[in-house]
C-alpha cells in the first residue's frame, strides 16, 4: 500500500490535504503534518506515522523546503527501501501523485519532479488561443 505525508513549515501542508479533499476522495493514506503550529511537533508526528507503516509499504514524503527543518527529519528515512521524498512539493504535483497507479515504476515516482517543474507557468509570458464569439 502507497502511503504518503506532506509536511510544511505552519499550515501548508495541512492546507494542501484539504484542497486535495475538494478534488478527490479516498485520502485516507495521506498525512498532513504542519510543523510547528497548535503545538505540533513534527519528529513526533513523524514517528507516529512511521509505527503505522508496514515493512512492504510504498512511502513518499513530501516536505516544503529542500534543507529547512522538517525537510532534514524525513531525510534519515530515505534508508528505507521503497521510501521516496520530495523537496519543494506543489498542488499539482500532489495531484499528480495521488492519481498514480499502485504498481508505477520508479521512473514513474521520480518523474512527479517534472509535473511539479512544468505546472509553474508565469501566465504574463502565456499565450492564449484566441476564442471567437462562436466558442463563447
Known amino acids: 500500500m502507497r502511503k504518503i505525508v506532506i509536511m510544511s513549515h505552519g499550515g501548508l501542508a495541512k492546507g494542501a490535504l484539504s484542497t486535495?479533499?475538494?478534488?478527490?476522495?479516498?485520502l485516507e493514506n495521506v498525512t498532513a503534518i504542519s510543523a510547528y503550529i497548535d503545538d505540533c511537533d513534527p519528529k513526533k508526528e513523524l514517528e507516529?506515522?512511521?509505527a503505522k507503516v508496514?515493512?512492504?509499504d510504498q512511502v513518499i514524503l513530501c516536505t516544503d523546503i529542500m534543507g529547512g527543518s522538517v525537510n532534514q527529519l524525513a531525510v534519515p528515512y530515505l534508508s528505507r527501501p521503497n521510501t521516496y521524498?520530495?523537496?519543494g512539493f506543489?498542488?499539482?504535483m500532489l495531484l499528480q501523485l495521488l492519481c498514480l497507479d499502485e504498481n508505477a515504476t520508479e521512473e514513474e515516482i521520480k518523474g512527479l519532479v517534472n509535473v511539479g517543474k512544468e505546472a509553474v507557468v508565469c501566465m504574463n509570458d502565456?499565450?492564449?488561443?484566441?476564442f471567437g464569439e462562436e466558442d463563447e
Request: glycine share 8%; hydrophobic share 45%.
Open 20 to 26: 486535495l479533499g475538494i478534488f478527490m476522495s479516498g
Open 48 to 50: 507516529k506515522f512511521w
Open 54 to 56: 508496514k515493512e512492504e
Open 85 to 87: 521524498l520530495f523537496a
Open 90 to 92: 506543489n498542488f499539482p
Open 126 to 130: 502565456y499565450q492564449f488561443e484566441d
